[in-house]
């Protein structure tokens, strides 16, 4: 069973929590606000629109549906499907939640499948693969309003990008590739936005040592790709 899920937090730092949880599980949609136990900052509001007074009210996680939902689907069977899956795994197990299943991570895929592309975002794909073409009739058989960062919304368009990614790849393929680092070809930006590591490498290296040393919150694809690529050096 595949299991679509999108979370908003408060921020994206180590000590930020979920703020709210999307999920969709075989046509079925779950949405729900959570009590982050922490003020959520002018900044993420401003992304996902979830104030504090929102969420005031609301269970934490460790008391809410979503808990019980996914508790029940944490099963070595069931498959979660993500867009920058590690970061939702992540917040999960903040709260006291490690995923048993399978993992595919539509970013990752999408990285590795589609290396030409000048982004990966889940809007950016949303436009670049015309998945908004369909979306008003997919969107209207579940149930849901198109509405680009709420945790729902998302959940159904990274649903969307996974049946794209099936053209390209079968499903172990893409659990696979979820596992691994995704070698990159170019660099996705800085001054040689574009450009092929492998060339950069040999033009300028220092560049590329400078970004290892001083971007700490670099993708881990992208370090692993530059490595790569200076390793042959």
Same mark, same amino acid.
């Given at each position: ?149 709420? *945790? =729902?919304? @998302? ?6 990008? +996974?049946?794209? %990614?099936? /053209?390209?790849?079968?499903?172990? &393929? ?26 950069? *490498? =040999?033009? @300028? ?6 970004? +290892?040393?001083? %971007?700490? /919150?670099?993708?881990?694809?992208? &370090? ?10």
């Amino acid at each position: 069973m595949l299991i679509f899920l999108d979370t908003e937090t408060t921020g994206l730092e180590i000590k930020d929590r979920l703020c709210a949880l999307g999920m969709i599980v075989e046509g079925t949609s779950h949405y729900e606000l959570i009590n982050p136990g922490k003020k959520i900052p002018p900044a993420a509001s401003a992304i996902h629109h979830i104030t504090n007074e929102m969420v005031k009210e609301s269970p934490s996680f460790s008391q809410s549906i979503s808990a019980e939902k996914l508790k029940s689907l944490n099963t070595a069977e069931n498959t979660l499907v993500s867009h920058n899956a590690p970061f939702e795994l992540t917040m999960l197990e903040k709260e006291g939640m490690t995923w048993q299943g399978g993992v595919i991570d539509t970013l990752k895929c999408s990285k590795s499948l589609m290396d030409d592309l000048e982004g990966y975002s889940l809007q950016f794909l949303r436009y670049e693969l015309r998945l908004y073409r369909d979306e008003m009739k997919i969107f209207q058989e579940v149930g849901i309003t198109i509405n680009p960062h709420h *945790a =729902l919304s @998302d959940a159904l368009h990274t649903r969307m990008i +996974l049946d794209y %990614l099936l /053209d390209l790849a079968d499903i172990d &393929r893409l659990i696979e590739i979820s596992k691994s680092h995704v070698l990159l070809t170019r660099l996705p930006f800085g001054k040689y936005a574009k450009k092929r590591i492998e060339e950069i *490498a =040999l033009k @300028d290296l220092g560049y590329l040592t400078w970004m +290892l040393e001083s %971007l700490m /919150d670099m993708d881990e694809d992208l &370090r692993y790709s530059i490595e790569y690529y200076l390793r042959g050096k």
